[in-house]
Antibody, heavy 114, light 109 residues
Framework: VKLVESGGGLVKPGGSLRLSCAASGFSFSDYYMSWVRQPPGKGLQWISYISQTGNTAYYADSVKGRFTMSRDNGKNFVFLQMDSLRAEDTALYYC????????WGQGTLVTVSS | EIVMTQSPDTLSVSLGESVTLSCRASQSVTNNLAWYQQRPGQAPRLLIYSASSRASGIPARFSGSGSGTEFTLTISSLQSEDSGVYYCQQCFDWPPNFSFGQGTRLEIK
């Protein structure tokens, strides 16, 4: 199982960013997928969870209405579209498999600063 | 929202000893509880799921127990590589809001 995130970077408050996660080594369409983030020096925060088909996604209150999780089962990718970014969204963003997060990527760093 | 509270915040234990970490949920999560280890500079890794089942490749030194609102992670025969931060997470809430505890930092003396 391998998960590789990309797309992080420096963005101004109010800006947008799209994260990608390339999955390999397992039957991708059989699994729910999640995004978990970790602000610098702080703990883990669950932020999003998407069904196997991609028809349904769930979000933490802190990102609801601003972030959109999606997936492409044909190409084995998960995405996180992040709009209206705030300073408090600065974090290392991890792509994980399942609700129990049994596999993690290495993370991609998002910095929101003017 | 289910609030997960871990105790203690930090722990310092000698090599070879055993240690027990605690996690409390603000309401019952039945057995839908996971434990993770995060070593410095690394991504977290799953240790325990469903409160007491060891994840693939996790040594038998790690054991989880509990149900409802009270959970423990016990690590026996502590080794230097067990240093890090340990997190619990509930996977019970639906619609999903799979909250984590704040973490327990474990130092091996």
């Amino acid at each position: 199982v391998k998960l590789v995130e990309s797309g992080g970077g420096l963005v101004k408050p109010g800006g947008s960013l799209r994260l990608s996660c390339a999955a390999s080594g397992f039957s991708f369409s059989d699994y729910y997928m999640s995004w978990v983030r970790q602000p610098p020096g702080k703990g883990l925060q669950w932020i999003s969870y998407i069904s196997q088909t991609g028809n349904t996604a769930y979000y933490a209150d802190s990102v609801k209405g601003r972030f959109t999780m999606s997936r492409d089962n044909g190409k084995n990718f998960v995405f996180l579209q992040m709009d209206s970014l705030r300073a408090e969204d600065t974090a290392l963003y991890y792509c994980t498999r399942r609700n129990y997060n049994d596999n993690w990527g290495q993370g991609t760093l998002v910095t929101v600063s003017s | 929202e289910i609030v997960m509270t871990q105790s203690p915040d930090t722990l310092s234990v000698s090599l070879g000893e055993s240690v027990t970490l605690s996690c409390r949920a603000s309401q019952s999560v039945t057995n839908n509880l996971a434990w993770y280890q995060q070593r410095p500079g690394q991504a977290p890794r799953l240790l325990i799921y469903s409160a007491s089942s060891r994840a693939s490749g996790i040594p038998a030194r790690f054991s989880g127990s509990g149900s409802g609102t009270e959970f423990t992670l016990t690590i026996s025969s502590l080794q230097s590589e067990d240093s890090g931060v340990y997190y619990c997470q509930q996977c019970f809430d639906w619609p999903p809001n799979f909250s984590f505890g704040q973490g327990t930092r474990l130092e091996i003396k």
